[in-house]
């Protein structure tokens, strides 16, 4: 059973732990590294013990995150022990890879964003409201009443704009902005750090020509795609914002990315613009947000997208 707690609750829990595992989801993003590195720092202010596990490679364009040298991958034959397992910006058990395996744990906490989230943890804080878990961050410091260093702020800030688009997306609130202000005050330069998240690599951009050359529609033009086929899949290129070309554009109003990762491996990106497609990935046992979800199918990418258009025509 998984118990709900406050946020006052978390911070405590935290405090009262000597050693403290935070983990992050697979295929990392700003906002789970940034997250859980910007806990990290202020945690060991107070003489935690920290490590922190993802299981999975981090790209070269998280450089920039305070501490990201810090990430460990977990390996099988490696039990950590731990006062508390702190998953961070995971909805699932599954997100986590080997981590879950390999953490012997007397408390397991979950601290997330995402509707999909499926109460799979002792201790829960979950915020669907919130634009990104860097903003509950944010809201667990106002809380403890703990203050940000620049390192922490620019964690924040990284995790909290890449999550709403720079603050683009309907997830952003009110609220976000002001959090967004105060890690300002901290000192953080908004310009500095979209130039490092927006920066791209040649060859991300050369793949994106062929991709685009990919676009396709289908329920006349509510749905359009792109397909990355498996011989230009590319695990050192990135491609998260891809997904974007086909999302803006009239009409349009789910947009979606087939990768094949693996000749039968399929994973799916899900953008929208008024339909729930978390409901959808939750359908091939992925997750996400209303309008930002994601999947992987195990199945060639042709047959994936056969499958995921069936599934659209019972929403569309
Ligand atoms: P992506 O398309 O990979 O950028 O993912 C969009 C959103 O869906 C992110 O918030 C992810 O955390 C979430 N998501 C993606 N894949 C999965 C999955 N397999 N299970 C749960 N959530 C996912
Ligand atoms: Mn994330
Ligand atoms: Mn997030």
């Avoid at 920066?199 to 990355?228: C, D, N, P, Q």
Wanted: with cysteine.
């Amino acid at each position: 059973m998984t118990k709900k707690i406050t946020l006052s609750e978390t911070g405590a829990m935290l405090l009262a732990a000597k050693k403290i595992v935070l983990v992050c989801h697979v295929s990392p993003d700003s906002d789970t590294l940034g997250s859980a590195l910007g806990l990290m720092r202020k945690l060991e202010q107070f003489g935690k013990e920290i490590v922190i596990l993802v299981d999975d490679d981090i790209g070269t364009e998280f450089n920039f995150l305070p501490g990201i040298t810090r990430c460990i991958r977990p390996q099988s034959n490696k039990s950590i022990y731990a006062d508390i397992l702190a998953i961070i910006d995971a909805s699932t058990f599954d997100r986590i890879g080997l981590a879950g395996e390999v953490v012997k744990a007397k408390i397991t906490l979950n601290i997330d964003h995402h509707i999909s989230n499926a109460q799979f943890v002792d201790y829960r804080y979950l915020d669907i409201e919130a634009a990104a878990t860097g903003e509950i961050m944010c809201d667990l410091f106002e809380t403890m009443n703990w203050k940000y260093d620049l390192e922490m702020a620019t964690c924040f800030y990284a995790a909290i704009s890449t999550d709403c688009g720079f603050f683009r997306y309907s997830n952003t609130t009110h609220k976000t902005m002001l959090r967004a202000a105060e890690l300002l005050s901290a000192g953080v330069r908004p310009n500095e750090i979209s130039d490092i998240i927006e920066m791209k690599s040649r060859s991300t951009i050369e793949l994106l020509a062929k991709v685009l050359a990919t676009l396709s529609f289908e329920y006349s033009g509510r749905v359009a795609y792109i397909t990355i086929a498996n011989d230009l899949y590319d695990k050192n290129i990135q491609t998260d914002s891809f997904v974007s070309y086909p999302r803006y554009i009239n009409g349009v109003e789910v947009a979606i990315m087939f990768k094949a990762v693996e000749p039968e491996v399929t994973r799916v990106s899900l953008r929208s613009s008024n339909i729930d497609v978390s409901k959808i990935a939750i359908k091939f046992g992925g997750g996400g947000h209303l309008r930002a979800a994601g999947c992987t199918i195990n199945a060639p990418v042709e047959e994936a997208k056969q499958q995921m258009f069936t599934a659209l025509k019972e929403i569309l």
